[in-house]
C-alpha cells in the first residue's frame, strides 16, 4: 500500500529507494529477531525495486546477454544437487559459493550456446 502511495516518489529517485532498502537491511539486522521479520520484505523489496527502475544508461548491460531465465531455469536443481551430494553440509558460505559459481556457469553455458544455434 505503501509503494502505491509513493510510487512516484520511487519512479524519480530510484538511487534513494535503493538507499533506503539498504538502510532497513542494516537496521534488520542490528534489531531483534521479531522486528527484522518485518523490515525484511521491506527492505528487500525496496532494493530490488530500486534497481529495476534504474535508467538504461546507469546499467547498460541490463538487456544485452540477459541470463536472468537460465539462472532461473538451473537454480533449483542445482541446489537440490548440492544437498544430495553432501555440499550445504559444509556450510551455508560454501553451499552459496557452490550454488552461485555452478549456475553462472551452467547459464552462461547455456545461453551462448543456444544462441549460436538458434543464429
Known sequence: MLIFFLRSKIERHPL????IGFSLWVVMKCSPYWFSIFLEPFAISAVVLGISL???????LRHKN???YHLYLFHYPVIQLGIYFGIAVCGPTAMTLYVFA???LLS???HFSLKKIIQ
Open 102 to 104: 555452478v549456475t553462472t
Open 108 to 110: 552462461l553455458f547455456a
Open 66 to 68: 540477459n541470463i536472468s
Open 16 to 19: 534513494f529507494t535503493i538507499a
Open 54 to 60: 534504474l535508467p538504461y544508461d546507469i546499467t547498460p
